[in-house]
């Protein structure tokens, strides 16, 4: 062999080991998880669990499901549901202003001896969604009777969101209870119609939040749903509670998408039909998905799974920016992953003819897009008709553009993360990018510190059952949530 080959050989297997050196010594020392001191010890909290369930089991019994259509809405249910409120936390009631905000929204407003402050802001929804007409025999208990069985609270709204509102309840409520004098003040507002993502002057969110505007106040913070705690254990690989703390959210929009054609007896049909030239755009769209990208938000979380596995697998963690490509390439075939990395593309609805012996003049499909933080539904745009061509029309029909990106220095987000983690030495704390929508992406305009957080343990097949059948949430993860609320807002309005 060449002298000076093997020269070049040696000198690359001498950086190889150099660098798996590093990688050893760095996964040992300062990649690992740091413990985050909660600055002060806490005593254990006041929960009435057996009051939690109770209230939660007949919150899920009033079926307050909203509609686009607010003429067809039963808002008889959502007047039960403020009666319930208000029997069932009465301090709340006594003590906190309590208006009406648009149809039917409430905002509770907790005032403090320093109106001065920027006060925080706690949000939940109402509303649920409704059971799919020809599923309600699926159910092994009924969606809305709010059945305690087999370690669960079953029904519609058990996991969206009823157990995040009426855990919010109750840690407001037992703080009262306690004497608990806040230093900033707090409002609590609860939204009617999150579910159907409104977005007009009758969304329950945008109306509070221009109440804040045109009051002057803006916020210190804000949170609400968006995340969960999730058990991750691999065995020998890392054991601990995943806890994502939503960031920001996606933006959606819906694109109708049209081709037309002559039309006429389907007994004489040409080449390709309406239909079928509309499929091979619709095909050309899949085919050509919009770039996948490690994003900051996505390193951050792999980069905290990875400091808390074992000595090991920290070593190959440890070198995330070296193997960013690969995890990229591995990650964009994943779905579940893939929908973290890029703006996706979903066809959900297409129409042609009226009848099966009929040419379609006209055949249109709609496709969903979720769009990723840094993208517009300007490009999204671009991008649709890039891909189909001129012979096709393209409309937007409804649409919002991505969140901003709150900070992970905050001192909110770092009350999120020092409160989870004076609970659970398990805890790993880790912003994340929320997929779907919220009511916290309307309190932009008054709010820098947007956070989504749901303080409740489960398992991924719980989640899946989220505005499907046999929607539940484990009991025993009722105190975890009550407890969260009442540090949280200890922790934030103590100063």
Same mark, same amino acid.
């Given at each position: /062999?060449?002298?000076?080959?093997?020269?070049?050989l040696?000198?690359?297997?001498?950086? %190889?080991?150099a660098?798996?050196?590093?990688?050893?010594?760095?996964?040992?020392?300062?990649?690992? *998880?740091?413990?985050?001191?909660?600055?002060? *010890?806490?005593?254990?909290?006041?929960?009435?669990?057996?009051?939690? !369930?109770e209230h939660?089991?007949?919150? !899920?019994?009033?079926?307050?499901?909203?509609?686009?259509?607010?003429?067809?809405?039963?808002?008889?249910?959502?007047?039960?549901?403020?009666?319930?409120?208000?029997?069932?936390?009465?301090?709340?009631?006594e003590?906190?202003?309590?208006?009406?905000?648009?149809?039917r929204?409430?905002?509770?407003h907790?005032?403090?001896?320093?109106?001065?402050k920027?006060?925080i802001?706690l949000l %939940?929804?109402?509303?649920?969604?409704?059971?799919t *007409?020809?599923t309600?025999?699926?159910?092994?208990?009924? *969606?809305?009777?709010?059945?305690?069985?087999?370690?669960?609270?079953?029904?519609?709204g058990a996991?969206?969101?009823?157990n995040?509102?009426?855990?919010?309840?109750?840690?407001?409520? =037992? #703080?009262?209870?306690?004497?608990?004098?806040?230093?900033?003040?707090?409002y609590?507002?609860?939204?009617?119609?999150?579910?159907?993502?409104?977005?007009?002057?009758?969304?329950?969110?945008?109306?509070?939040?221009?109440?804040?505007?045109?009051?002057?106040?803006?916020?210190?913070?804000?949170?609400?749903e968006?995340g969960?705690?999730?058990?991750?254990?691999?065995?020998?690989?890392?054991?601990?509670?995943?806890?994502?703390?939503?960031?920001?959210?996606k933006?959606?929009?819906?694109?109708?998408?049209?081709?037309?054609?002559?039309?006429?007896?389907?007994?004489?049909?040409?080449?390709?039909?309406?239909?079928g030239?509309?499929?091979?755009?619709?095909?050309?769209?899949?085919?050509?998905?919009?770039?996948?990208?490690?994003?900051?938000? #996505?390193?951050?979380?792999?980069?905290? !799974?990875?400091?808390? =596995? =074992?000595?090991?697998?920290?070593?190959?963690?440890?070198?995330?920016p070296?193997?960013?490509?690969?995890?990229t390439?591995v990650?964009?075939?994943?779905p579940?992953?893939?929908?973290?990395?890029?703006? =996706?593309?979903?066809?959900?609805?297409?129409?042609?003819?009226?009848?099966?012996?009929?040419?379609?003049?006209?055949?249109?499909?709609?496709?969903?897009?979720?769009?990723?933080?840094g993208?517009?539904?300007?490009?999204?745009? %671009?991008?649709?008709k890039?891909?189909?061509?001129?012979?096709?029309?393209?409309k937007?029909?409804?649409?919002?553009?991505?969140?901003?990106?709150?900070?992970?220095?905050?001192?909110?987000?770092?009350?999120?993360?020092?409160t989870?983690?004076? /609970?659970?030495?398990?805890?790993?704390?880790?912003?994340?990018?929320?997929?779907?929508?919220t009511?916290?992406?309307?309190?932009?305009?008054?709010?820098?510190?947007?956070y989504?957080?749901s303080?409740?343990?489960?398992?991924?097949?719980?989640?899946?059952?989220?505005?499907?059948?046999n929607?539940?949430i484990?009991?025993?993860?009722?105190?975890?949530?009550?407890?969260?609320?009442?540090?949280?807002?200890?922790?934030?309005?103590?100063?």
């Amino acid at each position: /062999m060449n002298k000076k080959i093997k020269f070049a050989l040696k000198g690359v297997s001498a950086l %190889a080991a150099a660098g798996i050196g590093v990688s050893m010594v760095r996964a040992a020392t300062t990649y690992k *998880a740091k413990p985050v001191s909660s600055g002060e *010890a806490f005593e254990k909290e006041n929960v009435d669990v057996e009051r939690f !369930i109770e209230h939660l089991s007949k919150a !899920i019994q009033i079926p307050t499901i909203a509609n686009r259509n607010e003429s067809i809405v039963d808002w008889s249910k959502f007047d039960e549901f403020h009666a319930f409120l208000k029997e069932s936390y009465p301090l709340m009631h006594e003590k906190l202003d309590v208006q009406m905000i648009s149809t039917r929204s409430l905002m509770y407003h907790w005032k403090s001896a320093h109106p001065e402050k920027d006060p925080i802001c706690l949000l %939940a929804h109402q509303d649920v969604v409704p059971v799919t *007409a020809g599923t309600e025999d699926d159910w092994k208990y009924p *969606a809305f009777s709010g059945t305690v069985a087999e370690g669960f609270i079953w029904g519609r709204g058990a996991i969206d969101m009823k157990n995040h509102l009426i855990g919010l309840m109750e840690a407001v409520e =037992t #703080l009262l209870e306690e004497g608990y004098v806040p230093e900033r003040d707090i409002y609590v507002c609860l939204g009617h119609n999150e579910e159907v993502m409104a977005e007009d002057e009758d969304c329950g969110a945008v109306c509070m939040m221009k109440y804040f505007k045109e009051k002057g106040i803006r916020l210190d913070s804000v949170i609400d749903e968006g995340g969960a705690i999730l058990d991750v254990k691999v065995d020998k690989v890392i054991d601990g509670h995943l806890a994502g703390v939503g960031i920001a959210e996606k933006g959606h929009v819906d694109f109708e998408i049209s081709v037309n054609a002559k039309g006429g007896h389907s007994s004489q049909p040409p080449k390709h039909s309406a239909l079928g030239k509309l499929s091979k755009i619709l095909c050309d769209l899949e085919k050509n998905q919009f770039k996948a990208e490690l994003t900051p938000q #996505l390193n951050s979380l792999f980069n905290e !799974i990875g400091k808390n =596995t =074992t000595y090991p697998v920290r070593c190959i963690a440890s070198n995330l920016p070296i193997l960013k490509p690969l995890i990229t390439k591995v990650c964009e075939n994943i779905p579940p992953v893939a929908s973290m990395m890029r703006t =996706t593309t979903a066809v959900t609805m297409a129409q042609g003819s009226p009848a099966p012996n009929v040419l379609p003049q006209k055949a249109s499909a709609v496709v969903n897009f979720r769009i990723m933080p840094g993208q517009t539904i300007n490009d999204v745009e %671009a991008h649709i008709k890039k891909i189909a061509g001129k012979d096709a029309e393209v409309k937007m029909l409804a649409g919002k553009n991505p969140s901003k990106i709150s900070p992970t220095d905050s001192r909110a987000f770092k009350v999120i993360e020092q409160t989870c983690k004076s /609970m659970d030495p398990k805890a790993i704390v880790a912003p994340y990018l929320v997929m779907g929508g919220t009511d916290s992406r309307q309190y932009e305009e008054v709010c820098d510190n947007i956070y989504r957080y749901s303080p409740f343990l489960m398992d991924v097949g719980l989640l899946l059952t989220t505005h499907g059948t046999n929607e539940r949430i484990p009991v025993s993860s009722l105190e975890d949530g009550v407890v969260f609320f009442k540090r949280y807002i200890r922790l934030l309005t103590k100063d």
